[in-house]
């Protein structure tokens, strides 16, 4: 069974710190990984994406991706209290049709 | 660019009555759209597929015949919930897949979600 995995949390940083959000996959196929932020009782919206290993950096966020590992990850800067939602990781592969496996969630709380 | 929208926001019903959702994509087609149940403090449950113009295909455990699913364009689907019930109460999302996508690393787009109440 393929599967993405995040500790749920809650994390809890203070402001101005960074945030840490780790995920790890079980498929060896998979090509794209998204990270996904949903407030309570909303929508999740999309973050960042990245398929390459390495960082990729859009303003205060960084996801890191080491497909040897399977391991992806999620660096958030200058932590601020409108930060504090739940933080979905997704897997992606070519072949699935379209559909992202979603891990359970991990949720940031930002103290001011 | 890539906003999904989803009506209605939020719906109340009385057992047994069927509710449709609608969720389009306002300024992309999609190939596929997807939707997802998520009850509370939980994590989103894929519950079918839907591509343009052929059936759905559902996941495992998920009711065909009272989900019903519809995707007529490429811009539109509909999911219906026949004979509703108090267990069916949950927060329905959908999203989409831009068409030119296709091998756009899967991107999927979120609508805001039908909270759906059953009496």
């Known amino acids: 069974q393929k599967e993405v995995e995040q500790n749920s949390g809650p994390l ?10 780790n995920c790890t ?6 090509q794209s990984f998204f990270w996904y932020r949903q407030y309570s009782g909303k929508s999740p919206e999309l973050i960042m994406f990245i398929y ?3 960082d990729k950096e859009d303003g205060r966020f960084t996801a890191q991706l080491n497909k040897a590992s399977q391991y992806v990850s999620l660096l958030i800067r200058d932590s601020q209290p409108s ?3 739940t933080y979905l990781c997704a897997s992606g592969a070519n072949n699935q049709g379209g559909k992202l496996i979603f891990g359970q969630g991990t949720e940031l ?3 001011p | ?17 069927s509710v449709k959702i609608e969720c389009r994509s306002l300024d992309f ?12 403090k939980q994590s989103l ?3 079918a597929t839907s591509n343009e113009g052929s059936k759905a295909t559902y996941e495992q455990g998920v009711e065909k015949d009272k989900f019903l699913i519809n995707h007529a364009s490429l811009t539109l689907s509909t999911l219906t919930v026949t004979s509703a019930h108090p267990e069916d109460s949950s927060f329905y999302i959908c999203s989409a897949r831009d068409r030119r996508g296709a091998y756009s690393y899967n991107e999927q787009f979120f609508g805001p979600g039908t909270r759906l109440t059953v009496l």
Not at chain 1, 12 to 21: D, F, K, N, Q, R
Request: charged share 10%; glycine share 8%.
């Open chain 2, 29 to 40: 087609q999609a190939t596929t759209m997807f939707w997802y149940r998520q009850f509370p």
């Open chain 1, 12 to 21: 809890s940083v203070p402001e101005g710190a960074i945030a840490s959000l």
């Open chain 1, 25 to 30: 996959y079980s498929d060896r196929g998979s």
């Open chain 2, 1 to 17: 660019g890539a906003v999904v929208s989803q009506h209605p926001s939020w719906v109340i019903c009385k057992s047994g009555t």
């Open chain 1, 109 to 111: 709380s930002v103290k």
């Open chain 2, 45 to 47: 449950m894929l519950m």
């Open chain 1, 52 to 54: 390459s290993n390495g």
């Open chain 1, 83 to 85: 930060d504090s939602a």
